[in-house]
């Protein structure tokens, strides 16, 4: 259980070091063609290729995919008080978390009568997607709806698969939260089908396209995202989950190992990955963790994650070059558990949403820590970020130049363009000086 990465005595370069990380073995260039085959499927067919997609992968087949009104509200009625509460608490936390992340907007004065205004603007429309597949995830409901709500997003649908268990219903606690949220738009569909009707829009289900995609997912629709890019923005190809903890040989193994299982709980192909400059430490982790994996309910499903390839303890000779191969790896959760966590943090680069201490457990952060757990996965945090307000915001500079403004810049103007060799745009300055040609 786990497999050991001996980095003691050696200094990798950066490059070697991104080709010692762990992955697991699952590539989303190999399921691009299924899944753009799917979308090219929802873009002909419409609501008949969702239903039929729906009755292949979700083995059921909704009665319709746009979810009522009716069966929103009567999920919301049904909620157990104490889930609701639960919700209702995430949602306060979230929100005012999220609110942090809108950027205040500027007012730039670079000369009299010369203003360079900085505003951001939401876009109109947006597709959230929930997983449905070995968890139904209501928490990931309240991740993706209130930044947009925060961002002031006007149109929001949601998706979610059909569920057998269900009669073809989207998971009724899916439904509960998002009428909670007051989302209306609804539809009972899941996987690449459903990022291609977000894309693309769906006439005959009056699912019109939306300009941002965002939520996790399997393979499949981490490559619908990849293919469907350039028609609408998308938040991160996210994937299989993963956990990195670095932790010295003051941290509490127990508290280690069960985190790592928390993260192997969700997927067999989730990587849990522990650096350490302790071997001794890895091996009371070690330890921890045959109990934990063992006494839990979904021993087999986390056994298989922390056996797999994408799994493993990294041993090093000090923190320094812990930090170093957590940069290579991207971790969509790092947690840093060691007696000096700033001294570590000041080196980390890459990582989704990072857990200080040994208080602040991933799962913390999944549900009621006010951060958001839609994150980069499988080392996309070396280059993307985390799902915030900011996702749904659009950066928009706002240029003000009254006539003396514009002539004093002029001659600037008239030289870069003629050094360009683009003469027009000098004289659509000097046209208003005049220059009438």
Do not use: C
Not at 18 to 42: C, F, K, N, W, Y
């Amino acid at each position: 259980m786990l497999r050991t990465i001996d980095l003691r005595g050696t200094r990798p370069t950066p490059s070697e070091l991104l080709a010692l990380v762990p992955r697991a073995a699952t590539d989303v260039a190999a399921a691009l063609e299924p899944a753009r085959a799917l979308i090219d499927d929802v873009r002909a067919r419409g609501e008949a290729a969702l239903l039929d997609q729906a009755e292949r992968f979700d083995r059921v087949r909704p009665s319709a995919v746009r979810v009522g009104a009716g069966e929103l509200a009567a999920a919301r009625d049904a909620l157990r008080p104490d889930v609701r509460r639960a919700v209702e608490s995430t949602v306060e936390r979230v929100r005012a978390a999220s609110a942090a992340q809108v950027p205040a907007p500027e007012r730039t004065v670079l000369a009299t009568g010369a203003v360079v205004e900085q505003r951001w603007q939401p876009v109109g429309r947006v597709g959230l997607y929930v997983p449905g597949g070995k968890a139904v995830y209501p928490s990931s409901v309240v991740m993706n709806v209130v930044p947009a709500q925060v961002a002031g997003v006007r149109s929001i649908a949601l998706a979610s698969p059909a569920q057998a268990a269900h009669a073809g219903r989207i998971h009724p606690t899916i439904a509960g939260v998002a009428a909670l949220l007051g989302i209306d738009e609804v539809y009972a569909m899941g996987g690449a089908g459903a990022i291609g009707a977000f894309a693309y829009g769906v006439p005959d289900l009056g699912l019109d396209p939306v300009q941002r995609v965002t939520g996790p997912g399997n393979v499949f629709v981490a490559a619908a995202k990849r293919v469907v890019q350039g028609v609408t923005g998308i938040d991160a190809e996210a994937g299989p989950t993963d956990i990195l903890v670095i932790a010295d040989d003051g941290a509490d193994a127990d508290f280690v190992a069960s985190d790592l299982v928390s993260q192997a709980e969700h997927d067999e192909l989730a990587a849990a990955v522990l650096v350490t400059d302790s071997a001794a430490f890895a091996e009371r982790v070690l330890e921890r963790l045959v109990v934990r994996a063992t006494e839990t309910r979904h021993s087999e499903r986390i056994r298989a994650a922390l056996d797999g390839a994408q799994s493993a303890v990294v041993l090093v000779d000090d923190l320094e070059q812990a930090a170093d191969f957590a940069n290579a790896f991207g971790a969509e959760h790092l947690e840093i558990q060691v007696r000096d966590a700033d001294a570590v943090l000041e080196r980390i680069e890459n990582a989704g949403a990072i857990f200080i201490g040994p208080y602040s457990p991933v799962s913390l952060g999944d549900y009621a820590a006010g951060s958001n757990h839609v994150l980069p996965t499988g080392g996309q945090s070396r280059h993307a970020a985390g799902l915030s307000a900011a996702t749904f915001l659009r950066p928009q500079q706002v240029v003000r130049y009254d006539e003396g403004a514009l002539r004093e810049v002029a001659p600037v103007i008239a030289t870069l363009s003629e050094e360009e060799d683009l003469p027009a745009h000098g004289e659509a300055v000097s046209a208003r000086f005049g220059d009438r040609r």
